[in-house]
């Protein structure tokens, strides 16, 4: 385990370690229902799943603006195909998105402005298309990273070591002085492949386990 003393940054993964969906069924659900249509709760679930697998599979194609509002479209779609919902993608994307709403894991704003405070870089490093630092803006977290870079704009899903290199790259620092915080294997290889530590979540402990008080 790596002392905050040998350390000039910390990377972190997004989903799943820095912000989690807070009721997606019941938003999409509720969306639904304002369109006329009624789901149960297990279909929208499963229809959301559906389109979740979609997104995984192509969320590197949202590389600017104009890509993002297609893949945005493209989930729409398949998750009304899904639902059985005879609506139209494109009048539904927004609300679909409207949907997706995030939200902080507990302790992980005290956890990085501690890191902060004691003088560590911070970049957020995320397979994600190209609107995280959007998602991260929402929540009140951007202004906590001096780096927010995602899969989508690396061109590499982890756990390709270039996502990790790159984030490290415009943090001016080496490898071997960062440590990655993440919630799964693809993080721990990733990052072990980029030569960085690594410590597994909850965010809200890494201080203490880096020795800082």
Do not use: N
Request: with cysteine; glycine share 8%; net charge negative.
């Amino acid at each position: 385990m790596p002392s905050a003393s040998d350390l000039d940054a910390v990377t972190v993964d997004a989903m799943g370690t820095l912000v989690e969906l807070h009721e997606p069924v019941e938003r999409l659900a509720r969306a639904l229902r304002d369109r006329g249509v009624k789901c149960s709760r297990e279909h929208v679930a499963e229809a959301f799943r559906t389109e979740v697998d979609y997104y995984l599979a192509h969320k590197l194609s949202a590389t600017d603006s104009a890509s993002l509002a297609a893949l945005r479209r493209e989930c729409a779609r398949v998750f009304l195909d899904a639902a059985g919902a005879d609506l139209d993608p494109a009048e539904f994307s927004p609300a679909f998105v409207e949907a997706m709403v995030f939200r902080p894991l507990d302790g992980v704003v005290a956890a990085l402005e501690r890191l902060r405070t004691a003088g560590l870089s911070l970049a957020c490093v995320s397979d994600w298309d190209i609107g995280l630092r959007e998602q991260l803006a929402q929540v009140g977290l951007d202004h906590l990273f001096d780096v927010v870079l995602t899969s989508a704009e690396a061109g590499a899903p982890k756990p390709e070591p270039a996502l990790f290199l790159e984030a490290l790259s415009r943090l001016r620092v080496q490898p071997g002085r960062a440590v990655h915080v993440g919630d799964g294997d693809t993080d721990r290889d990733g990052a072990g492949a980029a030569g960085l530590a690594f410590e597994p979540v909850p965010l809200a402990t890494v201080p203490e386990r880096l020795g800082l008080r």
